[in-house]
């Protein structure tokens, strides 16, 4: 079992940024990706970055040149670093991981908000 458990989010104007965080606990050494999704409402949930034990990253076009995804893994964390914020990045965004047997886990989810 992994837990995941975000913190970041909050409330800012567009043109603005913001810097998620993940911990992760648990069985963390089966840990492969970890990565980042976001939900708006009435969307389905869709990748935003993923990034690999290797260091290998993966981006949504939407958010290429804007988001920076990293990793500490000495701590167990994965970050989202989002700059020039547009209202429709708003959404509750959900830290994710792989494991090298196949499963996915997810976080709680934390509310990003752009407003205009």
């Known amino acids: 079992q992994v837990q995941l458990v975000e913190s970041g989010g909050g409330l800012v104007q567009a043109g603005g940024s913001l810097r998620l965080s993940c911990a992760a606990s648990?069985?963390?050494?089966?840990?492969?990706?970890m990565g980042w999704y976001r939900q708006a409402p009435g969307k389905q949930r869709e990748l935003v970055a993923t990034?690999?034990?290797?260091?290998?990253?993966n981006y949504a076009d939407s958010v290429k040149g804007r988001f920076t995804i990293s990793r500490d893994n000495p701590k167990n964390m994965v970050y989202l670093q989002m700059n020039s914020l547009k209202p429709e990045d708003t959404a509750v965004y959900y830290c994710?991981?792989?494991?090298?047997?196949?499963?996915?886990?997810w976080g709680q989810g934390t509310q990003v908000t752009v407003s205009s």
């Open positions: 994710w991981c792989t494991t090298v047997n196949g499963r996915a886990y």
């Open positions: 990034m690999t034990n290797d260091g290998r990253t």
């Open positions: 648990g069985s963390i050494f089966r840990i492969n990706t």
